[in-house]
């Protein structure tokens, strides 16, 4: 992770008191001029503090290549100004408009398969075209120009969730931009097809310009030319993102610059840590997907979120007060939810909670999506439960500018692993990086234990660090883990972890390849399970998905659990070793979250970690805690009796001041 903790975080321009922002996208242009004042006063009604304005407001900011109509959007800034709201100004330039791509259809992203992405959604652009970079920077400079010292503006907007259909662009534009950052990298072809391995089905390069990202071929890509096109792809993007921050930083310099990310579900194609620091603050978007874990995978999120923050407070950009429209089947939040979900978001760190959007649209993609106020108006029980958050907010307004209070326990996130372990060409395609670190995070929360979420390449000084599918490992990753086992750190990781360097090459020897030696142990092969297939573990444990041929290398090493049942029956399947003043220990099948869950309480008294819950609260509560707050969460659809402290009701949140 590139932030830096000691760097001072920038926060809203705006004057007064600390206090928790709320609020929302705002999307006036959708609306007749009569609406919006009646949208300001339902604004202060609720507790509004802030919207998000002009996201997808290009075609009207600008509606022809040589004019400009900022009348409708300097009557809303003062609107909003006059009732006390703040503005999230975007840049716009999230959808080009009609005009642009008519007349410059070169912008467009190409595909794969070589097909034009057309307009007719959003993100209808190339991250490296030279054409859309022009016209994008010409107006955010219109704009910071007019309003960068507007009274209702605390932040710039960039774009908007950068990346969300367009960060795999396979164009010419992209192909040149891709072999300029080959040459950065690398510096000569030699050390390129070294690191590619290109002696492999005869793809040594003898010129930069045969290179192409890698489009659809015959069989599988070149693994490392798929890394490097990923992440070429992410830093794309945030070239972007720079380059409309620097122009606002110049024209503006007292206004603070973010951009929604979305750090969410399966969304990991844009690296989340190594943007942050382009960021005066974190933004993150974030929506609930169903499943048994989904109230437990908004924890996750927001936890990541907060520790790609650095750990100081974040923006919660957008999130749903009840269905979104965009899942197979979208459901209605239950009462309580509404609440629960935007507090977590606080707990973890959030000192602002938005939402998509502030009037539920009546036309296009998103009129089935929910919103602040819905279809049925201002007398619904969602506006109320709008109201009465707001209300809440207000009364935690000192906790704005806290910071989270770190765990014992870490759970490492990285993203380079999970890019290059789900790839094709594999010992199994049914391997899911997040789900595993999800598993964990479950785990830990149905034994009452708080664990932080953290970049690989950030900061880590946990009692405990859970490293899931380590897979990508250079050595100096290596290197730190075995620094921190050896200062009295226990680490605990899983299969596939350690097994490629950087350049998605293999460490040599044996499996688990850069921990081997850590470990204690040595895989000559894997062993992935069939669909229908599952192992035994003499604990009373069940594994799915892999197991491992292990041997162990170190007599000093401890087996906490062997295989029952399977080719590996009475084979180690659980092995811990002392190393320093530290421990590793190596999980060599999928276990879920129950199975985690009891394997875990002997990992971790190696390090003196037990949950700061009562034993009636654990599993059934989530504990957090957040300058001198504790936020109980409940877990569960039932009322929690908390003694002293009352009673906690169902998917509800108590928040206690210690």
Known sequence: MTTDNTTPRRWLRRAGAPRLEFGADYNPEQWPREVWADDVRAMREAGVTVVSLAIFSWARIQPRPEVYDFAWLDEVMDLLHAGGISVDLATATASPPPWLTARHPEILPVDKFGNTVWPGGRQHWRPTSPVFRAHALRLVRALATRYGKHPALVAWHVNNELGCHNVYDYSEDAATAFRTWLR?????????????????????????????????AATHPNPTQNLDFKRFSSDALKDHLRAERDLLHELSPDVPVTTNFMVMGLMNTMNYPDWAAEVDFVSNDHYVLPGPQARDELSFSANLTGNIAGGKPWFLMEHSTSAVNWQPINVAKKPGELHRDSLTHVAHGADAVCFFQWRQSRAGAEKYHSAMVPHAGEDSALFRSVVSLGERLRDLADLAGSDRVPADVAILVDWESWWVSENDSHPTDRLRYRQEALDWYTALLDLGIRADVVPANG???????????????????????REYVADGGHLITTYFSG?????????????????????????????????????????????????????????????????????????????????????????????????????????????????????????????????????????????????????????????LRS
């Open 459 to 481: 900061v880590w000084n946990h009692r405990v660090v859970i490293a899931p599918i380590l897979h990508v490992v250079p050595a100096e990753l290596a290197g730190r883990l």
């Open 184 to 216: 950065d990298r690398y510096v000569t072809l030699d050390g390129l097809n070294e690191a590619w391995g290109t002696d492999f089905w005869s793809q040594r390069y003898s010129d930069w310009d045969q290179i192409i990202p890698p489009r659809q």
């Open 499 to 655: 097994i490629v360097d950087q350049n998605d090459q293999i460490w040599l020897g044996g499996y688990p390849g850069a921990f081997r030696d850590l470990l204690g142990i040595r895989i000559e092969e894997f062993a992935p399970l069939l669909d229908d297939e599952t192992v035994e573990l003499d604990n009373g444990t069940t594994g799915t998905l892999w197991t491992d041929r292990i041997e162990v290398t170190d007599p000093a090493v401890e087996i906490l659990a062997r295989y029952k049942t399977g080719d590996q029956a009475e084979r180690p399947a659980i092995t811990r070793r002392e190393a320093g003043a530290g421990s590793a220990a190596y999980v060599s099948t999928r276990l879920g979250p129950d199975g985690v869950a009891a394997v875990l309480p002997g990992l971790l008294d190696a390090a003196g970690v037990t949950s700061e819950l009562p034993p009636a609260l654990r599993g059934r509560v989530e504990l957090a805690r957040r300058g001198d707050h504790r936020f109980l969460i409940n877990r569960t659809s039932e009322p929690i009796d908390l003694g002293e402290d009352g009673i906690l009701e169902p998917r509800g949140v108590v928040i």
